[in-house]
């Protein structure tokens, strides 16, 4: 296998030939991993999908159809079944995943990994990542079916676990030398926040009050604007909200703008570009006059693959899509009568809250009273050390995540979060709801359930409706609340009040014909409620919304053509004004033919072009010219978003933010440019030196990762696929379309789909990358929707799971 000449070499070069059956530290006993009975050459067979295999407590017999792309299409007798089914077949292919997971979320990665965790766990469990699964935990057990479905889902997944030979453990067991623990109804919850972190735990309350301090609020309004000044919103501009009726809370009369201090180093934040893209066409817009509905979730380009695809089937409903391996149900897909798909809505459900104690920090202030603090202990295991306690305390807000023991050195002050992810919710009714829907109603009363992320569900059915909601749990806040930390003494500054499910924006079948999202702006400015820029995309929504506004039919290979568009808005939009207002004249002859190379670009950043990586490097270095200011030494900033970048380079080129502070000389944006190109040319004419050229594919270099960064021969790289952020095909180095969907509603529905993996979770197995090739040539494979429990000419191997009573 292609990772042996890793091993041995790891073997060598630690010098760990005389004690092979001994730990050292983290290492694993190294002759155990390569024993040949036991060891990691166990992991090279593939998966069995054929037979016989009895299941603890199942009550009738289970059957499932493999396809050639390992795809288990799974036919229960009822829903418990069904859900225990999951938990098994899940856990068979992607276990160490599916656990590992769970370990991160919990702030529990110490146990396996060893010290150097240690500051991971304890900014996990002061997210409160462990208590929020604990509410999620709470509100599943006030549904009975909910607790019976995920109880089931953790049985099937302990009946797989207690079956494992040692041999048999997935290889990142025998790598990190542990066994994996009973899966529990904690560990869903603990995934499922995981997911709520990476999809909507962002904020930049305290780099706001940074620079509000630093620059004055006329100032910061003009880099962090509410709205920018081209809105292409998720809901159409022409909505009409005057069935609202609940008012926004007004601002508290005594309210100012007090700026508090905020701390110069905050816990991790997701990665900026978690999003996606969903969109959806009437009948009226479709080739067919059936409607087409589409989703490409962009989160990390990791190995095993975030998704997993599955078809759950029982006599009262059919599912089939893709899960989310420790969840249950299907995420993203359709049944045999609607589809749907999410997208990251980034609206600000988090908050920061300045925490006054008392002398021995028991209680806080409070309107003017004293409030007890309540304490909750986090015993962090570290692998081969002693057990570190860390007291994380509770107030009404939700968790101090920075005091004087962590990221703060104030003895009486702290900073408490409050966050839509700690509310309970019970996000797992609405996918096991959806997966049943049939209609528009029920995909609407699905949602009633959501909480937290916030996101937005594009529908489409084979009735004809389309349509998109805005869902979550939203605080009706007062204008500008939120956006910068707060005094949390004051009553007037928590959260007054939600607003109501039913006036959170959405539109049904509108008249243009189309629903999209892009993590865009969810509404103009005419919607009722504060919602203010959260960073959100102002590129692939335009070029989509575009798209569509372009002609009246779409098919399917328009819909694939979107997926893998690769064309630059935002480079068509600054760089010809750059090329115009550049003063070229100095330029060498090797930065001239840079020049003349960007110059004939199209700004389609496909795999064999230059522009792209011109830009790339043209525009990065301009942006930290224009920001220079922001580099402000103990002082936690934000630099501005890109499109308001660009919008004060073509508008305020002369403005005082273009002014490089440490030259004596008054810059402008022309002069930036200038600068900029020559300061890229140069890395430009480097790279081509190290790699021979730098076309888009060499420079951009997209890879795989596996979720343990340090094992490459377990990851793939040089993967030859265009775009990039702020792209369609939002594909940048490890980050990307992660799931790509087309679902005609036809009855039933037909579908294609793709991802970069495979349905593996062990390396070793033929289907761990397989899909990786054809999804970077924007293909797709057909998902073949079985509508009864006879195997068709697409399975290749069928297993029974039968009752073992």
Do not use: C
């Not at 007090?258 to 893209?277: C, F, K, R, Y």
């Not at 070793?764 to 970077?776: M, P, V």
């Amino acid at each position: 296998m292609k990772y042996f000449k890793l091993i041995l070499s790891f073997v060598l070069t630690i010098g760990i030939f005389y004690a092979l059956n001994t730990k050292f530290g983290s290492i694993p006993p190294i002759g155990k991993f390569l024993n040949p009975y036991t060891g990691v050459w166990q992991n090279e067979t593939d998966e069995s999908i054929t037979g016989e295999v009895s299941i603890p407590d199942l009550n009738d017999k289970v059957t499932v159809h493999y396809d050639a792309e390992l795809i288990p299409h799974v036919f229960a007798e009822n829903e418990i079944d069904l859900y225990r089914a999951q938990g098994y077949i899940t856990a068979k292919h992607r276990l160490w995943q599916m656990e590992f997971q769970t370990y991160a979320a919990a702030g529990r990665l110490s146990e396996i990994i060893g010290e150097g965790a240690l500051s991971y766990d304890r900014q996990e469990r002061r997210r409160g990542m462990g208590f929020g699964a604990e509410q999620t935990l709470k509100k599943m057990a006030e549904d009975e079916k909910t607790s019976a479905f995920v109880q089931a889902y953790a049985d099937g997944v302990n009946s797989y676990i207690n079956q494992l030979d040692p041999k048999d453990l997935p290889v990142e067991y025998k790598l990190l030398d542990y066994k994996p623990e009973a899966w529990t109804t904690k560990k869903t919850a603990l995934l499922l926040m995981y997911m709520t972190k990476m999809l909507a735990g962002g904020d930049e309350d305290m780099e706001n009050t940074n620079a509000l301090r630093l620059f004055g609020k006329e100032r910061f309004d003009l880099l962090f604007p509410d709205f920018f000044d081209i809105t292409d919103p998720i809901i159409p501009k022409e909505t009409d909200w005057s069935h609202i009726d609940v008012p926004q809370t007004p601002r508290p009369a005594s309210q100012t703008d007090t700026i508090l201090d905020a701390v110069p180093e905050t816990i991790d934040q997701p990665n900026p570009d978690n999003g996606s893209n969903n969109w959806a066409v009437s009948g009226e817009k479709s080739y067919s006059g059936h409607p087409i509905l589409a989703n490409d979730p962009h989160l990390g380009l990791n190995l095993p693959s975030i998704w997993f695809v599955m078809q759950l089937s029982t006599p009262n409903h059919n599912a089939f899509g893709a899960t989310l391996p420790g969840a249950l149900a299907v995420i993203s897909g359709f049944n045999q009568h609607i589809a749907w798909g999410e997208t990251n809505a980034t609206r600000d459900v988090i908050d920061w809250y300045k925490i006054e104690f008392n002398d021995d920090r028991t209680q806080y202030k409070f309107d003017n009273e004293w409030k007890d603090i309540s304490v909750r202990i986090e015993d962090i295991k570290i692998k081969g050390k002693e057990i570190y306690k860390d007291s994380v305390l509770y107030t009404h807000h939700g968790p101090v995540v920075y005091d004087k023991n962590f990221k703060s050195d104030n003895q009486l002050s702290g900073y408490a979060m409050q966050w839509t992810g700690h509310i309970p919710g019970n996000g797992q009714k609405t996918f096991t709801e959806m997966n049943k829907a049939k209609n528009y109603d029920d995909y609407t009363k699905a949602l009633k359930h959501w909480v937290a992320p916030a996101q937005n569900f594009v529908f489409a059915s084979t009735e004809g409706d389309i349509a998109i909601w805005i869902q979550g749990l939203f605080p009706n806040k007062w204008e500008g609340q939120g956006k910068i930390v707060m005094d949390g003494s004051k009553s007037e500054n928590d959260w007054q009040s939600f607003i109501p499910q039913e006036f959170n924006a959405y539109s049904k079948n509108p008249e243009r014909g189309f629903v999209s999202s892009a993590n865009q702006h969810p509404v103009d400015e005419t919607y009722p409620y504060y919602v203010f820029n959260d960073g959100y995309e102002t590129y692939r929504n335009r070029v989509i919304n575009d798209f569509f506004n372009a002609k009246d039919k779409f098919s399917i290979q328009d819909f694939k053509d979107l997926h893998n568009n690769n064309y630059n808005l935002k480079a068509a939009e600054i760089v010809p004004y750059m090329l115009e207002h550049m003063d070229a004249s100095s330029l060498t002859a090797e930065e001239k033919s840079i020049y003349n190379e960007i110059k004939a670009w199209r700004f389609n950043n496909d795999i064999d072009e230059v522009g792209p990586s011109i830009f790339r490097q043209w525009y990065g270095k301009l942006y930290n010219l224009v920001w220079d200011e922001m580099e402000v030494d103990d002082e936690l900033l934000d630099k501005p978003y890109n499109y308001q970048t660009i919008y004060l380079l073509k508008n305020k080129g002369d403005d005082t933010f273009m002014d490089i502070k440490e030259t004596p000389k008054t810059e402008t944006a022309k002069d930036l440019f200038l600068l900029a190109f020559k300061s890229a040319a140069e890395r430009l004419i480097e790279i081509k030196a190290e790699k021979g050229d730098y076309t888009w594919l060499k420079y951009k270099a997209t890879y795989a990762g596996h979720l343990l960064q340090g094992l490459p021969a377990f990851s793939v790289f040089d993967i030859p696929i265009g775009g990039d952020r702020s792209i369609v095909n939002a594909t940048s180095e490890d980050h990307g379309p992660s799931w790509r969907m087309i679902v005609e509603m036809t009855s039933p529905p037909t579908a294609l789909g793709i991802y970069p993996g495979g349905q593996s979770g062990n390396p070793g197995s033929k289907y761990y990358d397989n899909f990786i090739d054809n999804w970077a040539a924007g293909e797709y494979h057909e998902l073949n929707f079985l509508q009864s429990n006879t195997a068709t000419d697409v399975i290749i191997g069928t297993q029974t799971l039968t009752p073992n009573k």
